[in-house]
């Protein structure tokens, strides 16, 4: 029976709250994921990247916790496209470990071998890095482009529940820690901001500068007291806690009002910070955020004051400072919302930031949710029609002047926003691979905001408020017990085809003859509102019909042997004992045998391991299921299933005792079973068997 693990909106509400209550072991103390957009109340400590799109790819966290990934270039491999959008889990990535904390990317389209992008996923255990590689870190850092953990907690900068921010752009993947200190990893020299020191394998800690003169860039100190960084593939932008910005990079502006590459005036290389200026018509302003895009030899800065203006400065060759020509600023000028008046009321502010392709863009949301737009419009990317560089303008398609927007974002061909009262984001721009999660591959244009073939949504910091139900992940197979993830708590299910369904959405797969659609109904601020889940005939499957299996140890050799009847869409199995028959871990893996992952006929297959490594591995986890087994005596379920979830990272960053593997004797139980696992993540289990002493 296949197991998924139980979130609902309970759970969502507990999740935020743990987080913060345990953040010294689970997350960031510093950021909030609901500090974002529209519910912005600390300028500090902006969450910016709660969603994050590079080319036709997205990343997004959702409201309770989950992170999820779907486009280009997404899945484990690297190369595969999820057309619909896959929870970052053990299940979709294998070898994911600890609680995820921050996630970027960064892209670089238009070569001659296509889009090719990179992702970081750091978690309480490392960080965790797929896609092409050398194009967020340097290829030192990998073997391939399939997922997997590139550096330990040891090898990065900071502890990772001390990561304020990670940001990535093309080839450079910044690092800002709690305490406001900036580390770069880059291939580009001047983008790493300590005098072109180290190498692009190396973690390098910005400086700043202040020197007047092009031959003096004399290191003044270590970079410091910054609360947010931004940058694009040819430069990088901070933010201090007194409202100051600096910059660094190959082609960056300190707002002087003069050009040229001396580090005392415009616009120019920088291989340490500089302070730049925050001064418009003579007057201050005071930052409330910043950003940056463009490309390895051309820039523009972006700071979206206290004021509600929008202040931007540098390359403008595509329009994208939004002052209504194409003429490069070395000074900071005002995006204007018509030829005389400056656009006001802004809330936040989403540039182009990860992709090195050119596409030169910015999306805003004002105050009351209304989106205006400008830039690069490359196959309507911006939703406005006509296509080429435009104007800042609120007149776009698929969007009305009723309509509110919790959320946007800028990516590098595409947009996407949220909302209110929508269960579904709205996508604009290049779809292809997935880009738009709609379940295909198919290679158009969105030429205006689409919200009917896209996926459901609950974005942490700007939910839409509707009810949401979220589609299973992985395979299907008839006698599976799925719990459905849904927003809010306290609606009414109802299922057609072959499967039922509690009022808890423990939904059981009874059948594979007919479409299974269930519908989630509940009441919010938005009214009652309806969603819905449709499993289609095809995606499901039987499971894995398992014949012999046996376990036998000799001596302190563990031997492990099964056979299956028939296999259809598998994977892999893995190996999985317990001391107990009830708490299981994974002891190894099984590649499949059958041709593609079906079979009809019987298949063999053998396993082996020493049986104080099987009891090793055990002892390692019995500290985490001891603890989740003390909460599962108590009545609210929910919390056993998020100490589970949650488990290895708490203790992992919560203890600093060595573990030890445990003595083994003779005596010495141990539970087998097998996992099979689909091609799509989807799994199921043999019968559970003791291992005998021969």
């Known amino acids: 029976m296949t197991q998924r693990k139980i979130t609902t909106a309970a759970l969502a509400a507990i999740f935020c709250?743990?987080?913060?209550?345990?953040?010294?072991?689970?997350?960031?103390?510093?950021?909030?994921?609901?500090?974002?957009?529209?519910?912005?109340?600390?300028?500090?400590?902006?969450?910016?990247?709660?969603?994050?799109?590079?080319?036709?790819?997205?990343?997004?966290?959702?409201?309770?916790?989950?992170?999820?990934?779907?486009?280009?270039?997404?899945?484990?491999?690297?190369t595969g496209n999820n057309l619909v959008p896959a929870e970052m889990n053990n299940a979709n990535y294998a070898g994911l470990t600890g609680t995820i904390l921050k996630f970027t990317g960064g892209s670089n389209a238009g070569s001659t071998n296509g889009h090719q992008v990179q992702f970081a996923v750091l978690t309480t255990d490392g960080l965790f890095v797929w896609g092409s590689q050398g194009k967020l870190i340097s290829s030192s850092w990998t073997t391939s482009s399939s997922f997997a953990k590139v550096m330990t907690t040891a090898q990065l900068p900071v502890a990772p529940n001390q990561v304020k921010m990670l940001f990535g752009t093309y080839q450079t993947l910044v690092i800002l820690s709690c305490t406001g200190d900036v580390y770069v990893l880059s291939q580009n020299g001047n983008m790493r901001g300590n005098g072109n020191g180290g190498d692009a394998s190396t973690w390098?800690?910005?400086?700043?500068?202040?020197?007047?003169?092009?031959?003096?860039?004399?290191?003044?100190?270590?970079?410091?007291?910054?609360?947010?960084?931004?940058?694009?593939?040819?430069?990088?932008?901070?933010?201090?806690?007194?409202?100051?910005?600096?910059?660094?990079?190959?082609?960056?502006?300190?707002?002087?009002?003069?050009?040229?590459?001396?580090?005392?005036?415009?616009?120019?290389?920088?291989?340490?910070?500089?302070?730049?200026?925050?001064?418009?018509?003579?007057?201050?302003f005071t930052p409330k955020m910043i950003g940056m895009t463009g490309t390895r030899s051309r820039s523009s800065h972006?700071?979206?004051?206290?004021?509600?203006?929008?202040?931007?400065?540098?390359?403008?060759?595509?329009?994208?400072?939004?002052?209504?020509?194409?003429?490069e600023r070395t000074s900071w000028v005002r995006v204007k919302s018509g030829s005389n008046t400056d656009l006001a009321n802004i809330a936040w502010i989403s540039p182009n930031e990860h992709d090195n392709y050119g596409n030169s863009a910015v999306n805003a949301l004002t105050n009351t949710g209304n989106v205006w737009a400008w830039g690069n419009n490359e196959r309507n990317m911006l939703g406005v029609s006509g296509g080429g560089n435009v104007n800042p303008t609120n007149v776009i398609g698929g969007l009305s002047g009723s309509d509110v927007m919790m959320a946007v974002e800028t990516g590098g061909h595409t947009s996407m926003v949220v909302k209110k009262c929508s269960g579904r984001y709205g996508y604009v721009g290049h779809r292809i691979n997935g880009s738009m999660a709609d379940g295909t591959s198919n290679d158009q244009d969105e030429a205006t905001y689409n919200f009917s073939a896209t996926a459901v949504m609950d974005i942490c910091g700007a939910s839409s408020g509707a009810t949401t139900l979220f589609p299973p992940q992985g395979s299907?197979?008839?006698?599976?017990?799925?719990?459905?993830?849904?927003?809010?708590?306290?609606?009414?299910?109802?299922?057609?085809?072959?499967?039922?369904?509690?009022?808890?959405?423990?939904?059981?797969?009874?059948?594979?003859?007919?479409g299974i659609k269930v519908t989630y109904t509940a009441t919010t601020d938005c009214g009652t509102t309806s969603s819905e889940v449709v499993i289609k005939a095809e995606d499901i499957f039987l499971p894995a019909s398992f014949d012999k299996l046996s376990a036998a140890v000799k001596g302190n050799l563990l031997q492990v042997s099964f056979t299956t009847?028939?296999?259809?869409?598998?994977?892999?199995?893995?190996?999985?004992?317990?001391?107990?028959?009830?708490?299981?871990?994974?002891?190894?893996?099984?590649?499949s045998k059958a041709l593609n992952g079906y079979s009809n006929m019987p298949l063999s297959y053998d396993f082996s391991l020493s049986q104080s490594a099987a009891t090793g591995l055990l002892g390692i986890s019995i500290a985490v299921l001891a603890f989740a087994g003390l909460l599962a005596n108590r009545r609210n379920k929910w919390i056993f299933m998020l100490a589970v979830v949650m488990g290895a990272g708490l203790f992992g960053i919560s203890s600093c005792k060595k573990q030890e593997t445990p003595s083994v004797d003779a005596s010495t139980k141990l539970f087998i079973r097998i996992k099979q696992v689909d091609k799509d993540g989807g799994y199921s289990y043999s019968k559970v068997i003791q291992a005998v002493q021969e």
């Open 17 to 78: 709250i743990m987080l913060l209550g345990l953040s010294r072991s689970a997350q960031a103390q510093c950021t909030v994921c609901g500090n974002a957009y529209l519910n912005v109340t600390d300028n500090s400590s902006i969450e910016y990247d709660n969603i994050v799109s590079t080319f036709h790819s997205t990343l997004a966290r959702q409201a309770d916790g989950r992170v999820l990934a779907w486009g280009e270039d997404t899945k484990s491999n690297g």
């Open 204 to 284: 390098a800690r910005v400086e700043y500068s202040t020197a007047t003169s092009s031959n003096n860039n004399t290191s003044a100190g270590n970079l410091g007291n910054i609360v947010a960084v931004r940058g694009a593939p040819g430069g990088l932008m901070a933010l201090d806690a007194n409202g100051d910005m600096w910059t660094w990079g190959d082609q960056v502006y300190l707002g002087t009002n003069t050009s040229g590459n001396n580090l005392n005036v415009g616009n120019g290389t920088r291989s340490r910070a500089r302070k730049m200026t925050r001064t418009y018509s003579s007057n201050q």
């Open 302 to 327: 972006y700071a979206l004051g206290t004021d509600g203006y929008v202040y931007s400065m540098g390359d403008n060759s595509e329009q994208q400072l939004g002052d209504r020509s194409s003429t």
């Open 476 to 514: 299907l197979h008839i006698g599976d017990q799925i719990q459905l993830v849904f927003t809010p708590a306290g609606g009414t299910f109802s299922v057609t085809g072959p499967a039922t369904i509690t009022q808890t959405g423990l939904l059981t797969i009874t059948g594979n003859n007919a």
């Open 565 to 591: 009847l028939t296999e259809q869409n598998n994977s892999h199995f893995e190996i999985e004992a317990s001391k107990d028959g009830k708490a299981f871990v994974k002891i190894g893996d099984v590649a």
